[in-house]
């Protein structure tokens, strides 16, 4: 089925530890992100990217790191797992930036 | 910046109860309006949008009007059920950018 794919869907990690999120989408949509939902705040965008070779930050960034080597895929990297980072995350995709997005089931991640 | 603002919850109605979830909103421009639900367990699906003032979103009996006067956009449903259970969250695009922006959600408990 068309859509948006997140692996793993649970994570445990160590402080200090690092690991990828993965997202992939076969919609050929050119606009994807990475929010981060935690209770209270909603979900928050941590980067975008608009298209192959292109990202860019959003309202929290630190931490994570990005790259969009194909229109398909955009994973999230944790280079050094904090316990604030303890959330569930969120890949979206749309095929342009008027357009709907598309959300993954999410990959719940504890930072212990 | 662009912000939006939501009712905090949990709410808890009774089935058939009406329903009313405040959102208001911040934002530069001409932005669109969106509201998400989140089953239990499940990502953000699209409830319903608008994409200019007046306009009307409406889907599975939920509606919402854009009030750009009032810079409002809130949720109503006239009759709710059990099956309406779920954390709803307002959220506006600005299509010069394209992001999403997120309220911070509210629960929704319809009990039998």
């Known amino acids: 089925n068309a859509g948006v794919t997140q692996t793993p869907k649970f994570q445990v990690l160590k402080t200090g530890q690092s690991m990828t999120l993965q997202c992939a989408q076969d919609?050929?949509?050119?606009?994807m992100s990475w929010y981060r939902q935690d209770p209270g705040m909603g979900l928050r965008l941590i980067h975008y990217?608009?298209?192959?070779?292109?990202?860019d930050q959003g309202e929290v960034p630190n931490g994570y790191n990005v790259s969009r080597s194909t229109t398909e895929d955009f994973p999230l990297r944790l280079l050094s797992a904090a316990p604030s980072q303890t959330s569930v995350y969120f890949c979206?995709?749309?095929?342009?930036?008027?357009?709907?997005?598309?959300f993954g089931s999410g990959t719940r991640l504890t930072v212990v | 910046g662009n912000s939006v603002t939501q009712m905090e919850g949990p709410v808890t109605l009774s089935e058939e109860a009406f329903l009313t979830i405040n959102c208001t909103y911040t934002?530069?421009?001409?932005?669109?309006l969106f509201w998400y639900v989140q089953y239990p367990g499940e990502g953000l699906q699209l409830l319903l949008k608008?994409?200019?003032?007046?306009d009307k979103g409406s889907n599975k009996g939920f509606e919402a009007t854009y009030r750009k006067e009032t810079t409002s956009f809130h949720l109503e449903k006239g009759s709710v059920q059990v099956s309406d259970s779920a954390v709803y969250f307002c959220?506006?695009?600005?299509?010069?950018?394209?992001?999403?922006?997120f309220g911070q959600g509210t629960e929704l408990s319809v009990k039998p």
């Open positions: 979206a995709s749309s095929y342009s930036i008027t357009r709907d997005y598309t």
């Open positions: 919609m050929n949509h050119e606009y």
């Open positions: 990217s608009v298209g192959a070779g292109i990202t």
């Open positions: 934002a530069t421009g001409y932005p669109s």
């Open positions: 608008a994409t200019k003032a007046d």
């Open positions: 959220a506006l695009k600005n299509n010069q950018g394209g992001k999403l922006i």
